[in-house]
């Protein structure tokens, strides 16, 4: 991640923090100036009494998820039936949005769009949001479009006789 990290939960307060990342000996971890990997900080508190106290906790900088997916076929008539295949990072999860609407939490979903009009085309964000089990996510959006089923209109006179012509309008 490259966001920074209040570190929390020490006691006493009063004391500071030190190691790889840690901003001016304050509880603040930059995972981007720790690197990645696993790094141990310190807390140390001196009390009015001059006794010193030193605890660590280690922490484990990842690299970012990357979210990324490919969609076939990105456009068509309606109904259309699209699959998507993820290529984001390994273990991650998975959440399908189709103009914000969860659609699937699986890896690599098939869903069809069907377009309500007759005559205009309907253009859908699909935005794929992953998340480590860390918690730290990524999202990416691509568009796909779903063109209008046509509608056939046409009328024909209620009689006719052989060998009349009809016109069809």
Known sequence: TNVNQTLSGFSPSGGSWSGPGIQNGQNIFNPQQA???????????????GCDYL?????????????NFAVSPSLGCSPLTVSFQDSS????????????????????????FVNPSNTVDQIVAIRLVITAGTGC??????????YPKPMADFSLPSNSCAPDTIVVS
Do not use: C, R
């Not at 996510?137 to 779903?146: A, E, F, L, P, W």
């Open 89 to 112: 990072s390994a273990g991650v999860s998975h959440k399908w949005y189709a103009d914000g609407v969860l659609f699937s939490t699986q890896q690599n979903p098939t869903n069809t």
């Open 35 to 49: 690197g990645l990997g696993t790094h141990t900080v310190y807390y140390n508190y001196i009390d009015p009494n």
């Open 55 to 67: 605890d660590s906790l280690e922490v484990n900088v990842i690299n970012i998820p990357v979210a």
């Open 137 to 146: 996510s990524d999202s990416i959006s691509k568009m796909i479009t779903v």
